[in-house]
């Protein structure tokens, strides 16, 4: 079956860090685009960041610009989601997605495989 797994999630005071997974099961992302979205309680769900494999870039949403990084391991199996310096505004379920057409988009919807998301929760 091919599926996306999220883990890594949990429970985190202000200013920690956290590493997020997104494991493909299944299949390899290939050249794939994988993005990393959020939706917090009573909001719309967003991008946060995502990673083109087969031009190599990354992208970031302002609000985690520096704070945030995506990348991948080398069977381009697994995508990690670094985050530092947490604030409870990141509060919120993640989720990452996979994009056979190999383009970073920002709209959930047009994303292949989705994950069913992890809990990442940040207090004051």
């Known amino acids: 079956e091919v599926q996306l797994v999220e883990s890594g999630g949990g429970w985190v005071e202000a200013g920690g860090s956290l590493r997020l997974s997104c494991g493909a099961s299944?299949?390899?992302?290939?050249?794939?685009?994988i993005a990393w979205f959020r939706q917090a309680p009573g909001k719309k769900r967003e991008g946060v960041s995502c990673l083109n494999i087969r031009a190599g870039s990354t992208s970031y949403v302002e609000a985690v610009q520096g704070r945030f990084t995506i990348s991948i391991d080398s069977p381009k199996s697994t995508v990690f989601l670094q985050m530092n310096n947490l604030g409870p505004e990141d509060t919120a379920v993640y989720y990452c997605?996979?994009?056979?057409?190999?383009?970073?988009?920002?709209?959930?919807?047009?994303?292949?495989?989705r994950g069913q998301g992890t809990q990442v929760t940040v207090s004051s």
């Open positions: 997605a996979a994009r056979i057409f190999p383009w970073c988009v920002t709209n959930w919807n047009e994303y292949d495989y």
């Open positions: 299944g299949f390899h992302f290939g050249e794939y685009a």
